[in-house]
């Protein structure tokens, strides 16, 4: 059983590079309910996702994601992008 999936994501108002995910996409924060207390943050774009197995994710291990209050964030500069 997978379980729930929540995420906060975020995709371009307009596709400039094309379909998904040539124009790219930013996942905050995200839960795959198997793998519960884990976080996921990453980028995809036609380059780097889980269709050309390039995909790149950062994790972090909250055990309380399910019981707790917290705070997501991204910051987005000209030399990187960062999610806490």
Known sequence: RRGVFPAIWMLPTHQHYGSWP??????????VGF?????RSSVHTGRFNHRTKSHVLGT????????????YSLEW????????
Do not use: Q, Y
């Open 35 to 39: 793998d519960e207390g884990v976080l």
């Open 60 to 71: 972090i291990k909250r055990p309380a994601a399910h019981s707790c209050f917290h705070v």
């Open 77 to 84: 500069t000209p030399d990187r992008v960062s999610m806490f």
């Open 22 to 31: 040539a124009s790219g996409e930013m996942d905050i924060v995200e839960n």
